[in-house]
């Protein structure tokens, strides 16, 4: 697991301990030294803590102007044994959401686990967006079909056109972009 690393070519774009507004606003990295574990695996120490044993994040893009946030993950979701989301949700996304941030782009290639409890707070965190919305990119199909049981997905925008999306051949706001326009779509449908 130490080799997968978050997604770096967007750091020209924005760097989330530059960004004033960001929860990981100051922080410093120090990418010899491997301190963070998953299940006794170490992970690149470019992942950020979010308060979880066993889900770790790297929020890649963040447009103030437009309301809209690409966050990466790693590790296994698990909300039966450690409550990740309530991790996520009050820890990152309420901070985000004061921000301005409303639509939220959830990168799921690097997770490979997904154990569901209840979705309370994917509902308060569905309802706090009011206008914007929450998508999963490129989450596994074994998720999805997690998700799927827990009622995730009534609240997540998953699958479909999502489901295999090229997105590192973009640039970050194009990316934004054709993901707005195919939530745009779903809505409309």
Known sequence: MHHIEPYYNWLKYY???SDELSPFHGKEYNYELYTDTIYGYYIDPAWDAIGSETLYIK??????????????????WNDTLHNDIMHLKRNIIEHMILQGINKFVLIGENILNFHGSDDEYYAEWFDEVEDGWIVGVNFRDFVLEEWAQFNVDNYINCGGQF???????????????????????????
Not at 65 to 72: F, Q, T, W, Y
Not at 164 to 181: I, S
Request: proline share 2%; aromatic share 10%; charged share 30%.
């Open 163 to 189: 489901e295999h999306l090229n997105w590192r051949t973009l640039k970050p706001q194009v990316f934004c972009e054709r993901v707005e326009e195919h939530v745009m779509k779903r809505l409309d449908f």
């Open 15 to 17: 760097d989330s301990s």
């Open 59 to 76: 929020i890649l893009y963040a447009n103030y102007d437009d309301g809209i946030a690409v966050i990466e993950l790693i590790g296994e």
